[in-house]
């Protein structure tokens, strides 16, 4: 009985070796792939980082310039006089309120089956 019970204490005492020892190798991948991921990552942001001093630097009207310069006859490229900028003045003021009168109007033949734009009563189904 006893030596029954030994033997199967071993066995799990064996297996449960395995479980740890897996367990312990899987902790172990997850760590190295996340360790990855943030180089990853890092290698990323500044990538980025150097994208956007890039963008910058060639966005400026100092380094334009000369390339509209260079191309302005191949792109006939005319500077922008001031009469083509509108004021203020042109926009075209706020409509007053809708009319709400005629909108109820519309719904109310609407629910009555009538069309408004024919004067015929609507299909059935509509």
Do not use: C
Not at 2 to 17: E, G, K, P, Q, Y
Not at 21 to 30: I, Q, R, W
Not at 32 to 56: F, G, H, N, P, V
Not at 78 to 91: A, D, I, R, Y
Request: net charge negative.
């Amino acid at each position: 009985m006893i030596r029954t019970l030994n033997v199967i204490l071993t066995l799990t005492s064996v297996a449960a070796l395995v479980g740890v020892y897996s367990l312990k190798n899987s902790v172990e991948g997850t760590a190295a792939e996340k360790t990855a991921l943030e180089r990853t990552i890092s290698r990323q942001e500044s990538d980025l980082s150097m994208l956007k001093a890039d963008w910058a630097y060639l966005n400026q009207p100092s380094h334009i310039e000369p390339i509209v310069d260079r191309h302005l006859a191949a792109l006939n490229l005319q500077p922008l006089k001031q009469t083509q900028v509108g004021s203020f003045n042109v926009l075209p003021m706020r409509p007053p309120a809708p009319d709400t009168a005629g909108l109820t109007d519309l719904l109310k033949s609407l629910e009555s089956g009538v069309d408004p734009a024919a004067g015929a009563p609507l299909p059935e189904g509509q």
